[in-house]
């Protein structure tokens, strides 16, 4: 108040005239008590100070019908496994054959393992690719067993099958891993080939010491 009132005292007259906004009291007085501002009114987008008007609320946002929604998002816990797929579809092509294929995991626990795959294809090159001698439309198959035995062994065998006009190709691998230590494995395999068409079986084993880097 001492200030609105040497204001009024040694200020022009303009400032003792009262405001349109505050006609009962002094210019002086309703400029000290804030009820008059001699601030200019904002009418930008951006307003110094933050601006005196309340903004707009925002438009309510329409969701697009033909948009695609938003895949659930699976647990991190709770009781519950991981969904994994246990068939699917696969095409394969090369110099030797091309063709399309069909597999599925007939048993998966923690011990056994069973996948089964049948195709079929057209052979480009004889007997590449584990294939028969002859160029032409084949039928594939294959099935693949896996058995833990114990805590550092497992049992692998896979029998592939491969018959057209005229042949039949048969491979038989089976292989004993067997940990020695975490990133050492002994793996000792048989591999018997055969070709119905000539009547020719090739038996191949081997032994190896591998390391997992």
């Given at each position: 108040m001492v200030a609105a009132f040497w204001l009024a005292v040694l200020m022009p007259p303009v400032f003792v005239q009262p405001f349109p906004q505050a006609p009962e009291v002094p210019a002086a007085i309703a400029l000290a008590t804030g009820q008059v501002s001699l601030q200019r009114p904002c009418y930008t987008l951006a307003c110094l100070q933050a601006g005196w008007h309340r903004p707009a609320p925002p438009l309510p946002v329409?969701?697009?019908?033909?948009?695609?929604?938003?895949?659930?998002?699976?647990?991190?816990?709770?009781?519950?496994?991981?969904?994994?797929?246990?068939?699917?579809?696969?095409?394969?092509?090369?110099?030797?054959?091309?063709?399309?294929?069909?597999?599925?995991?007939?048993?998966?626990?923690?011990?056994?393992?069973?996948?089964?795959?049948?195709?079929?294809?057209?052979?480009?090159?004889?007997?590449?690719?584990?294939?028969?001698?002859?160029?032409?439309?084949?039928?594939?198959?294959?099935?693949?067993?896996?058995?833990?035995?114990?805590?550092?062994?497992?049992?692998?065998?896979?029998?592939?099958?491969?018959?057209?006009?005229?042949?039949?190709?048969?491979?038989?691998?089976?292989?004993?891993?067997?940990t020695l230590m975490p990133n050492w494995t002994l793996r000792s395999s048989v591999d018997v080939r055969h070709h119905s068409a000539t009547d020719d079986t090739a038996t191949q084993g081997s032994l190896q010491l591998r390391y997992a880097f």
């Open positions: 329409r969701r697009n019908p033909f948009a695609m929604l938003r895949p659930l998002r699976a647990a991190r816990d709770g009781l519950g496994v991981r969904a994994t797929q246990r068939d699917w579809v696969a095409s394969d092509g090369s110099n030797a054959r091309f063709g399309a294929r069909y597999g599925i995991e007939a048993i998966r626990d923690p011990d056994t393992e069973v996948r089964i795959e049948v195709g079929s294809g057209y052979r480009l090159q004889p007997y590449a690719d584990d294939g028969i001698a002859h160029i032409g439309p084949v039928a594939r198959g294959s099935l693949q067993w896996l058995q833990r035995v114990g805590d550092n062994a497992r049992l692998v065998q896979q029998v592939r099958v491969e018959t057209g006009p005229g042949d039949t190709f048969v491979r038989n691998s089976m292989a004993l891993d067997i």
